[in-house]
């Protein structure tokens, strides 16, 4: 989702033939598409239309080394696809996308439907530096990275807010230890009212961005003292205490509540700890309070028609096993009873692989995309209950 130190979305060689947890049985999984290119964000529209943003697999050049992820090639792979009694096909083409060797993906990550059945996406990334990477990319390559766009009813995508440039210029975390130079991963998005909120996983924030395009910052997400991973090279000391390390709360996903609140989940960052992600309320003028935790790495919220709300964790497991043991990144859905409580679970099992997004439709069905770090291989999965 940003950089190593705010919870980079890892790109991992899939670990196969590895004995798996099988799907919950109930709900029911179906495939409802597949060969999708890194899916993220999910959406569905009043007519019934499901758009999926893809967030593309790169390209053959130009290839430059980021600041953090390593070699990175571009290329105009991203997209926005919209799905129709079964059918898929990519409605905006040509987006930017950039690929690391290790399958690091940054391009189109989320997208929604407003009220008035307008579609708004987001083309994320950077990551570290900001605008100020994506405008040194050579040949255009990061032309369109960082920006808010909204779909016109001709078809045409319009550039409504640079947030990768707000980022670079407002840094609103900058007082956050090790977050002093800026950082933007645009992530999560939800139409609201006004216009459209953003949460920003490189920037620590939620941002709102009006009709007219203005930003404003709604909220900065705290850092978190955990205790520092062991190291398997040693031998432990059982009478220290542990070390206590910062972590980035790396906001991911955001939607707005029954109550009008707004509601945003949380990667979090290195050492990813098992349960150590929450949901955040943010009632505007407010600080941030948590609304539910004992989560692990939150990719997407969303709430039903009854008001519970449903939790995509990328990796139920966390990233660090993933990073460090080899573990299958198996994801897996969530949900939190209307009003607040426990979360208990809905599904996971194979079929919810590295998920990227999640929908809920107005039958309680629920859409989530999947296989998000295997260009290619993506799949949007439909759970009915």
Not at 223 to 231: F, H, I, N
Not at 238 to 262: F, H, L, N, R, W
Not at 298 to 318: N, Q
Request: one cysteine or more.
């Amino acid at each position: 989702m940003g950089s190593t130190r705010r919870g980079v979305v890892i790109g991992v060689a899939m670990a196969l033939g590895l004995a798996l947890p099988t799907a919950a049985q109930d709900p029911t999984i179906e495939e409802v598409a597949t060969g999708l290119h890194s899916p993220r964000g999910v959406a569905i529209g009043p007519d019934g239309t499901i758009y999926v943003a893809e967030a593309g697999a790169g390209g053959e050049a130009p290839c430059v080394v980021h600041p953090e992820l390593g070699n990175m090639c571009f290329g105009p792979s991203g997209a926005i696809t919209a799905i129709v009694d079964g059918t898929a096909s990519r409605i905006v083409e040509g987006l930017p996308s950039g690929l690391t060797d290790n399958g690091e993906v940054i391009g189109p990550s989320d997208v929604t439907v407003d009220g008035e059945g307008t579609v708004w996406f987001l083309a994320g990334g950077p990551g570290a530096g900001a605008a100020e990477f994506r405008d040194a990319l050579p040949d255009g390559a990061g032309d369109g990275i960082g920006f808010l766009n909204r779909l016109g009813a001709d078809g045409t995508a319009e550039r409504i807010a640079d947030l990768a440039a707000y980022e670079t210029e407002q840094n609103p975390d900058a007082d956050q230890p090790g977050n002093e130079e800026p950082d933007s991963n645009i992530n999560g998005l939800a139409a609201s009212d006004a216009g459209a909120l953003v949460a920003d996983a490189g920037g620590n924030d939620l941002l709102a961005v009006a009709a007219d395009g203005s930003i404003s910052t709604v909220a900065v997400f705290p850092l978190s003292m955990v205790p520092a991973p062991p190291d398997p090279s040693v031998e432990a000391d059982p009478s220290a205490e542990p070390q206590m390390i910062p972590m980035d709360p790396v906001p991911t996903s955001v939607a707005v509540g029954p109550d009008g609140a707004y509601y945003v989940g949380e990667l979090t960052g290195f050492p990813f700890p098992t349960g150590g992600a929450a949901v955040y309320r943010v009632a505007p003028g407010e600080e941030p309070s948590v609304y539910a935790d004992g989560f692990t790495n939150i990719i997407d919220v969303e709430f039903g028609p009854d008001g519970t709300l449903y939790v995509a964790e990328m990796v139920h497991e966390g990233l660090l096993g993933v990073l460090g043991a080899g573990a299958p990144p198996i994801g897996a859905v969530m949900a939190v009873p209307p009003g607040g409580g426990q979360a208990e679970m809905v599904a996971t099992g194979e079929q919810l692989m590295a998920l990227g997004g999640l929908a809920v439709a107005d039958d309680g069905s629920i859409l989530v995309s999947a296989n998000t770090l295997m260009p290619g291989a993506g799949t949007l999965v439909k759970l009915t209950p």
